[in-house]
């Protein structure tokens, strides 16, 4: 009988034989709020390096997705020892990590020995199988993560139509973005190509019987949006995996904005979970907060939170919790002099509501970090699209050493800021990280321009100020606007 321990050994075995692989590929798929479907949350659609076949991506069932052809060849190709196994797709993160960046791929493969035996089962037998060439009996994923469409409460800067209903309806409403130059054309496709019809797949009966099919053996959820809280598509799904008991048997994540989470969710949904992990997402503090999230509260995101954690750490219901609250920053230029403060504010906030104690551990993946430690940060992540946002492409040799030292700053004062030790030696790996990102940015003065100009746009347009919500930032660009 294989234990973690025999499954982990094969596992090492097969990441020295082939050192480009990727175990995504093999228990893992994604679904994004056009139905397009991906290999991961951070790879280009399968079908969109080939033009015309991006609609027939959108047109397959998830079934026949993880089974089709183009599937099974980029398997076979990332097993290979050469460039060929560094697949299109997935050109995120062979850039990162070009530039010594821990990708997704690289977490994923230090996530393995955390993963439950099912899972671990199904990544070994399904790389073997594609190994031999044998592949008519593949086991379906494990892991999901599934946009059910994009509506949303916000219209954050750093996100985009595709996944915001209500940002669709700004960009809509006041023609935003429509030069008429071909460099503004560039700039505009990213908000105009967006049709609100391209989500109505979720309405779609033979893609749910599919789904309940495909995901018959499901160990992992993760669920983004749009606001997932919102979605009624997700709610009703994740009733019926109550009502079927299969919910004590499968880790829940929800990337949400915490703007809508209430007390009955949290007791009547999430609580029949085996675990949540709520991946809440806060870039900043106080009005910086509320610029970046538009145009959501700062003092509403700080109530909400409160609504999952037990206030008494040895109350039976805290001892017996298995949700747990997670901040998940984004780091873009909106934030990139100021995240340091939501650094040193979760610390202060965090509450300790169980020691973690490895001998009732069991492997999920949600608290291998910090135990049951809430409120803090987990892997931030880094903006890539839109380009004019990311800190990639915008910071010129002077900027990246005034970014540099602010984070030097940082790193530096930690060790005085509350909380464990270990927390805060996950923090300080974080602005070694940020460190490495900004050091490997390269400016691009059309990307600068652009901007300025969306900055500019969308203060017209909310009546807000980018002067004023993040002071630093602005400091840091002021040559640009003026």
């Not at 089962?121 to 999901?144: A, L, Q, R, W, Y």
């Not at 960009?171 to 990213?190: A, P």
């Amino acid at each position: 009988m294989e234990t973690h321990e025999t499954y982990n050994k094969k596992f090492d075995l097969l990441v020295k034989k082939h050192k480009h692989l990727c175990p995504l590929l093999w228990f893992h798929t994604a679904n994004q709020t056009a139905n397009d479907k991906r290999f991961c949350c951070v790879a280009k659609p399968i079908h969109k390096m080939n033009g015309e076949k991006y609609d027939e991506n959108r047109k397959l069932s998830m079934t026949d997705h993880w089974n089709s052809a183009e599937h099974h060849h980029a398997r076979k190709q990332n097993l290979k020892n050469s460039k060929e196994a560094q697949l299109p797709e997935c050109w995120t993160c062979w850039k990162q990590e070009e530039n010594n960046i821990a990708s997704y791929r690289d977490e994923a493969i230090e996530g393995f020995p955390y993963e439950d035996i099912t899972t671990k089962k199904v990544i070994i037998e399904n790389i073997t199988k594609t190994i031999n060439g044998d592949i008519e009996e593949f086991h379906n994923p494990t892991s999901f993560d599934i946009k059910f469409g994009n509506l949303c409460n916000l219209k954050c800067p750093t996100c985009s139509p595709h996944s915001s209903s209500q940002l669709h309806k700004e960009v809509t409403q006041n023609n935003m973005y429509m030069g008429n130059t071909e460099d503004d054309d560039v700039f505009s496709n990213f908000y105009k190509d967006w049709n609100q019809s391209d989500a109505d797949w979720t309405e779609d009966k033979t893609w749910w019987e599919d789904f309940n099919s495909i995901t018959s053996h499901v160990r992992k959820y993760k669920s983004t949006g749009g606001e997932p809280i919102l979605n009624q598509y997700l709610i009703e799904h994740l009733k019926k995996l109550i009502e079927n008991k299969r919910s004590k048997d499968i880790l829940l994540r929800l990337v949400t904005n915490g703007q809508t989470l209430t007390k009955d969710f949290v007791d009547k949904i999430l609580r029949n979970f085996k675990e949540v992990a709520l991946s809440v997402s806060l870039d900043a503090v106080g009005k910086q907060y509320e610029y970046i999230r538009y145009p959501g509260k700062w003092k509403v995101a700080t109530s909400h939170a409160k609504k999952v954690i037990h206030d008494n750490p040895n109350d039976i219901k805290a001892k017996l919790t298995r949700i747990y609250y997670r901040i998940h920053p984004t780091l873009s230029i909106l934030n990139i002099l100021s995240l340091g403060k939501l650094f040193k504010w979760s610390l202060e906030m965090n509450k300790q509501q169980n020691p973690f104690n490895k001998t009732n551990w069991n492997g999920d993946e949600a608290i291998k970090t910090f135990g049951n430690e809430n409120y803090l940060i987990v892997n931030p992540g880094f903006v890539f699209f839109p380009q004019h946002l990311s800190i990639i492409h915008l910071l010129t040799e002077d900027m990246k050493k005034q970014v540099i030292q602010y984070w030097l700053t940082i790193k530096s004062t930690i060790p005085n800021w509350k909380g464990t030790v270990a927390a805060k030696q996950r923090y300080i790996e974080y602005c070694d990280d940020i460190i490495t990102r900004v050091k490997a940015s390269k400016v691009n003065k059309d990307e600068v321009r652009r901007f300025v100009k969306y900055i500019n746009g969308i203060d017209k347009i909310r009546k807000t100020s980018f002067k004023d919500s993040c002071p630093d930032e602005y400091e840091l660009f002021r040559e640009y606007f003026e």
